[in-house]
T-cell receptor
Framework: GENVEQHPSTLSVQEGDSAVIKCTYSDSASNYFPWYKQELGKRPQLIIDIRSNVGEKKDQRIAVTLNKTAKHFSLHITETQPEDSAVYFC??????????FGAGTTVTVRA | DAGVIQSPRHEVTEMGQEVTLRCKPISGHNSLFWYRQTMMRGLELLIYFNNNVPIDDSGMPEDRFSAKMPNASFSTLKIQPSEPRDSAVYFCATDTSGNTIYFGEGSWLTVV
């Protein structure tokens, strides 16, 4: 089955700086790559996603890039703010139903 | 739409008791997932239903766990008998076949 690895496990950045989280996947058939943000005590919420026919997608301060050849994808958060502090999960999905999650990255934005 | 609705939000029960978690999917979503989240194991898929039919239950830990989806608007996850190691957050999530998966608020289970 699909195996998704996520790095780093923790990330501390100064407010205003950028944060980058990287994930790799094992199944070349994976074609959908969402990113979820989970605040303490809350549910995971989708923040951005990308499909395999696209190399990059941006939504305001958040961007995701996908390299299908290398089988890795990354989340970029620019101009970080304290409210960006949360756990971020990457995930990968193939043509079947199963969404495989990375282990998560705890992001702390220092004021 | 109210989103995926789960109940109870929090439950504390004694070891050996039966626990039933409930989920109401988003209207029109034909896929339903039960996930378990713990610090040690992260987000684990327990079972997946498509059009009310269980497709893959390979993630269900053992026979103490069972799940049903009697109709398109209701699913249950049951643990009988419960054990302390079952303490976790249980999320129900739904989507429309390959599209975005939306999570419910979760059921926080503590077994003492």
């Amino acid at each position: 089955g699909e195996n998704v690895e996520q790095h780093p496990s923790t990330l501390s950045v100064q407010e205003g700086d950028s944060a980058v989280i990287k994930c790799t996947y094992s199944d070349s058939a994976s074609n959908y790559f969402p990113w979820y943000k989970q605040e303490l005590g809350k549910r995971p919420q989708l923040i951005i996603d990308i499909r395999s026919n696209v190399g990059e997608k941006k939504d305001q301060r958040i961007a995701v890039t996908l390299n299908k050849t290398a089988k890795h994808f990354s989340l970029h958060i620019t101009e970080t703010q304290p409210e960006d502090s949360a756990v971020y999960f990457c995930a990968a999905r193939t043509n079947d139903y199963k969404l495989s999650f990375g282990a998560g990255t705890t992001v702390t934005v220092r004021a | 739409d109210a989103g995926v609705i789960q109940s109870p939000r929090h439950e504390v029960t004694e070891m050996g008791q039966e626990v039933t978690l409930r989920c109401k999917p988003i209207s029109g979503h034909n896929s339903l997932f039960w996930y378990r989240q713990t610090m040690m194991r992260g987000l684990e898929l327990l079972i997946y239903f498509n059009n009310n039919v269980p497709i893959d239950d390979s993630g269900m830990p053992e026979d103490r766990f069972s799940a049903k989806m009697p109709n398109a608007s209701f699913s249950t996850l049951k643990i009988q008998p419960s054990e302390p190691r079952d303490s976790a957050v249980y999320f129900c999530a739904t989507d429309t076949s390959g599209n975005t998966i939306y999570f419910g608020e979760g059921s926080w289970l503590t077994v003492v």
